[in-house]
């Protein structure tokens, strides 16, 4: 049908069909984005947790420290590699394994970060948390030696 201007008018079913798709895309596009932002802000997060634990391994000297040591060192070399997966454009491999490559650096992410959390509040709460006093700087295994 032609209307007096001139144009043709279109068919409501049609016009609210476009609206709907319009509306979506723009609802699918803001997700894209969120996630993107939180990709990005969990892998500045997780190399921070990793420089802090290279910090306090080489520069607080927990290199020293027998296990201790060991797991801050790990931590470290762990969040590096995560965070630099994070940040690489892995979905160049392909829509699907790009994602399963992002879900699987995210949850390796996740590991590191409770696992970083246990262990202080493990160490933090446990009466002979490693073997490690704070105070001396020496061993000391004794539960009923107090080092605050």
Known sequence: MASSAGRTR??????LHAT???LASRRRHRRE????IARYL???SILLVGAVHAQQYYDAYFSFVPTIGTLFLLSFIA???VGAVLF???RLLGRQLGDAILALAALGAVGIALGTLVSLLVS???PCSASWSRAT????CSPCSSTS
């Open 88 to 90: 690489a454009p892995v």
């Open 124 to 126: 933090e709460y446990s």
């Open 20 to 22: 709907v798709r319009a």
């Open 33 to 36: 984005v969120a996630a993107e």
């Open 42 to 44: 969990g892998a500045v």
């Open 79 to 81: 969040a590096g590699v």
């Open 137 to 140: 700087g020496s061993p000391s």
């Open 10 to 15: 279109l068919d409501p079913t049609v016009a």
